[in-house]
């Protein structure tokens, strides 16, 4: 009996021994499972009181913040070297435009740089200043301030008074300044480049601008215009847009049309058919306003075509394109 006691009560002990073991095994798992699914939750969402932001991305922002900082701190910005120019010789082929694109900034820059006022006219050999910021030289005007400057341009007052070292004087009427990031109007742009005008008519040349033999008296005489020859009652065109300032007839110019443009240019049309505007018009490019003729003192057909600026005639092949 005692031996089977102490079987029985050995049985017991290795039973109860097993089922703790067992016991402690299913606790240690589900306190391991509830601290995985406590810990996920945390990362995943980083408690009821702020915004839902995950905690593992706060601390890589961090650490890439930190990382950026350092970078920051490797990259130093270039120096301040402030405006100067470096100086090119023109070479054949060579336009404002490819040496602007070359050396990286606007025409613009180049243009008032060099005090150029027809881009046509760019010589071999010529010497350029090639400044080494973007913007225009500008005469200052009585009553200019960096403000007014700034807001008229568009640009930096800050700038502005930086580059010139002006501060907070008064501008000087006369002085000469240099406005970082301005740029001159598509009017002086188109002027300055021979793109004010197209070509009021097909045809052909008859006689240039300049001095030539009168074709009725042969003396010398000054021809103010283009003879543009075509056949009649071609259609003609306004050269560039603007209004119409006076028509008429003369003995000298005909059947005649007058049209006033922008900064102080205007044109005259003669020797016409027919015309086909009023005085007062708005007109553009595309507006046919007469016909080519031979009305007036003319020796044929052909349109006579002069263009002025605040009255005074010059070449239109400067500004024809």
Same mark, same amino acid.
């Given at each position: 009996?005692?031996?089977?006691?102490?079987?029985?009560?050995?049985?017991?002990?290795?039973?109860?021994?097993a089922n703790g073991r067992i016991l402690a095994l299913v606790v240690?798992?589900?306190?391991?499972?509830?601290?995985?699914?406590s810990s996920a939750g945390s990362a995943v969402f980083s408690g009821?009181?702020?915004?839902?932001?995950?905690?593992?991305?706060?601390?890589?922002?961090?650490?890439?913040?930190?990382?950026?900082?350092?970078?920051?701190?490797?990259?130093?910005?270039?120096?301040?070297?402030?405006?100067?120019?470096?100086?090119?010789?023109?070479?054949?082929?060579?336009?404002?435009?490819?040496?602007?694109?070359?050396?990286?900034?606007?025409?613009?820059?180049?243009?008032?740089?060099?005090?150029?006022?027809?881009?046509?006219?760019?010589?071999?050999?010529?010497?350029?200043?090639?400044?080494?910021?973007?913007?225009?030289?500008?005469?200052?005007?009585?009553?200019?301030?960096?403000?007014?400057?700034?807001?008229?341009?568009?640009?930096?007052?800050?700038?502005?008074?930086?580059?010139?070292?002006?501060?907070?004087?008064?501008?000087?009427?006369?002085?000469?300044?240099?406005?970082?990031?301005?740029?001159?109007?598509?009017?002086?742009?188109?002027?300055?480049?021979?793109?004010?005008?197209?070509?009021?008519?097909?045809?052909?040349?008859?006689?240039?601008?300049?001095?030539?033999?009168?074709?009725?008296?042969?003396?010398?005489?000054?021809?103010?215009?283009?003879?543009?020859?075509?056949?009649?009652?071609?259609?003609?065109?306004?050269?560039?847009? %603007?209004? /119409?300032?006076? $028509? +008429? @007839? #003369? &003995?000298? =110019?005909?059947?005649?049309?007058?049209?006033?443009? *922008?900064?102080?240019?205007?044109?005259?049309?003669?020797?016409?058919?027919?015309?086909?505007?009023?005085?007062?018009?708005?007109?553009?490019?595309?507006?046919?306003? %007469?016909? /080519?003729?031979? $009305? +007036? @003192? #003319? &020796?044929? =057909?052909?349109?006579?075509?002069?263009?002025?600026? *605040?009255?005074?005639?010059?070449?239109?092949?400067?500004?024809?394109?």
């Open positions: 009996m005692r031996m089977r006691h102490g079987a029985s009560t050995g049985r017991e002990i290795l039973e109860r021994a240690s798992i589900a306190g391991f499972g509830f601290f995985f699914v009821t009181a702020g915004p839902q932001t995950a905690v593992g991305a706060a601390d890589i922002s961090d650490a890439n913040q930190a990382g950026a900082e350092d970078v920051l701190a490797e990259v130093q910005p270039p120096p301040d070297e402030g405006l100067f120019y470096t100086v090119y010789r023109v070479v054949k082929g060579d336009t404002i435009s490819e040496i602007a694109d070359r050396y990286g900034i606007t025409t613009d820059s180049i243009i008032t740089f060099n005090a150029i006022t027809n881009a046509r006219a760019l010589s071999i050999g010529k010497y350029l200043k090639i400044p080494t910021l973007n913007g225009i030289l500008y005469e200052v005007k009585k009553g200019d301030t960096a403000a007014s400057l700034a807001a008229s341009f568009k640009i930096s007052e800050e700038r502005i008074n930086d580059v010139n070292r002006t501060g907070d004087v008064p501008l000087e009427a006369g002085r000469t300044l240099f406005l970082p990031d301005a740029r001159l109007s598509s009017w002086a742009l188109r002027e300055i480049s021979g793109d004010l005008f197209s070509w009021p008519v097909r045809g052909w040349i008859t006689s240039w601008y300049g001095w030539r033999n009168d074709p009725f008296t042969g003396s010398r005489s000054f021809h103010s215009g283009l003879d543009i020859g075509s056949t009649k009652g071609a259609p003609i065109r306004a050269a560039m847009e %603007g209004v /119409v300032s006076s $028509t +008429g @007839y #003369s &003995t000298t =110019s005909g059947n005649y049309v007058v049209l006033r443009h *922008h900064s102080g240019y205007t044109t005259l049309y003669a020797h016409l058919d027919r015309i086909d505007v009023k005085p007062g018009r708005s007109v553009t490019q595309s507006t046919i306003i %007469g016909t /080519v003729g031979n $009305t +007036g @003192y #003319s &020796t044929g =057909s052909h349109l006579h075509f002069t263009v002025s600026k *605040h009255g005074r005639t010059m070449n239109p092949m400067t500004v024809l394109h």
